[in-house]
Every structure is written in C-alpha cells, then in structure tokens.
C-alpha cells in the first residue's frame, strides 16, 4: 500500500483506537514505525531529541488525516522519559493512555574492545541499555496496572551474533535482548506482550552516526545486494502488534536476504 495516501483513507485500521508511543523518530525505524502505525489507526506520541522533525512528521500525520503529538527529549535521561510517558497520559487526543511502547531511540558505534572509541562507551550504554530499560520498566508498570499492553524493543542482529566489526554496539543490543526477555518473565501473567525486533543492515542515518564509512562497512556489505529501507522492520512491527492479544511474537530478526553475516 502506498503511503502517499491519507491515513484516514485507509482501509487498514488494525490499531485504532490505540495510542503508540514511539521512540527515536525524528529519522529511520523511527519514522518509518510512527507513519505505520499511524496508517494502521494509531494514535501516536513521537520523541526524540530533534523537536523541529518531530514537528514536520506531526504534521505529516496530521495532514493524512491522523493524530500524532510530538514531544522532544532525550531517551537517554530518566527524567526526559518520564516526561515523554507523563505527557502521553495527558494528551486527550490520544485517549489519555498509551497501549503500545516501541523502544526504538539507540546509537551504533564502530569497532570491538580493542577498537571502538573508549569515550563513547557510556553514552552508548547509557541510551540502548539503560534508557530502554528505564522505559521498559516505567511504561510496564503502567500497562501491568492496566493488564494489557506492547512493548517493542529494537534489539539488532549484531547483539545475537557478535561481530567484532561492533563487538562493543553489539554487547549493548546483547544487553538490553536480555532485559527485555527477562521482563517479559516478569509481565506476561498480566496480558502484557514484550517483543525484541532484531533488524539486519538497514540503510539510515544509522550508519554514518556510528562511524561507519565506505571502507569500513560499504565494501563489506557490497556482496549482500539490496539492503532494508527502514519501512521492512516497521511493517515486521505492524504485524506483530496486530497478532490476536493471546499471542506474543518474542523475537525477530529480519535480515536482507543476501546478508549471511552478522
């Protein structure tokens, strides 16, 4: 289906009725997930740290005839989270509630241990670790009260199969897979449904961010042939938060089809 279509003519309405909070989504899966779920009848909370693309994509929603609210923020901060969750549970718009938390926001870095620039180690745990672990844990007390609820978390393959290319990148997506296994323990008797999205290569701002360049990566990733657009792992989401609520997809990975590594 094309997206240039507007929202509220779309015959595909799976979420309505829904609010879907969304992290990250000023660019890539963000983006991508926030306009999906939005086509599916979402309402959705948008974040990320730039407030002017998170403006522009509010507006784009709104003018295919859906309802988004933007709220900026750094997803590495505690108190910036709450906010994003506490913002949420005011905007009327969105019913006043959140149904759906897709824990997107995170940061690559290039190299291993030995590699990898030391000085950026704690940003990049302190976003895909700890961050998401701190709205997994905010977000799923809420939903446990509520007994129903998705939390979505965007792990990578990198973070099932090391490579030292990202061996450090690689122990944060480990990390925070295992926390979200670990509290999908803790919150299934109660209706909630946790789920890890492990995307392959996705061509993004992603790459150049993380230090990425033809040399590095290009040439190694030549051989895979064509790469994922952001839109593969936020249809890979749609689908799965519109499974019937008695099933939980815990984990996915999706891959290029020519990429045999990672």
């Known amino acids: 289906m094309s997206y240039d279509k507007a929202i509220g003519r779309t015959a595909n309405r799976l979420l309505s009725g829904k609010t879907a909070i969304v992290t990250g989504a000023s660019s890539g899966i963000g983006r991508a997930t926030a306009l999906t779920l939005a086509q599916a009848g979402a309402a959705v909370v948008i974040h990320a740290r730039r407030q002017d693309r998170l403006d522009k994509l509010a507006s784009e929603i709104a003018d295919q005839g859906g309802k988004a609210l933007a709220v900026g923020g750094d997803a590495s901060l505690p108190t910036d989270i709450d906010l994003l969750l506490n913002r949420s549970l005011a905007w009327k718009e969105g019913g006043g509630k959140y149904d759906i938390v897709v824990v997107n926001a995170g940061r690559g870095l290039v190299g291993g241990i030995l590699s990898s620039d030391e000085s950026r180690w704690q940003e990049v745990y302190q976003l895909n670790v700890l961050g998401a672990a701190h709205l997994l844990r905010q977000a799923g007390q809420y939903m446990v009260q509520r007994k129903s609820g998705d939390l979505v978390v965007i792990g990578s393959v990198a973070g099932r199969n090391i490579s030292p290319f990202s061996g450090f990148y690689g122990s944060s ?90």
């Open 173 to 262: 997506k480990f990390a925070i897979a295992a926390i979200a296994e670990g509290f999908r323990r803790e919150v299934c008797s109660h209706g909630v449904r946790v789920s890890v999205v492990m995307p392959g290569i996705v061509l993004s701002e992603f790459q150049n961010v993380a230090g990425y360049n033809e040399e590095n990566f290009g040439k190694g990733i030549a051989p895979f042939g064509k790469l994922l657009e952001p839109q593969s792992i936020a249809d890979g989401i749609s689908w799965l938060l519109t499974l019937p609520p008695h099933v939980n997809v815990n984990e996915i990975m999706i891959r290029p089809t020519g990429q045999n590594y990672p």
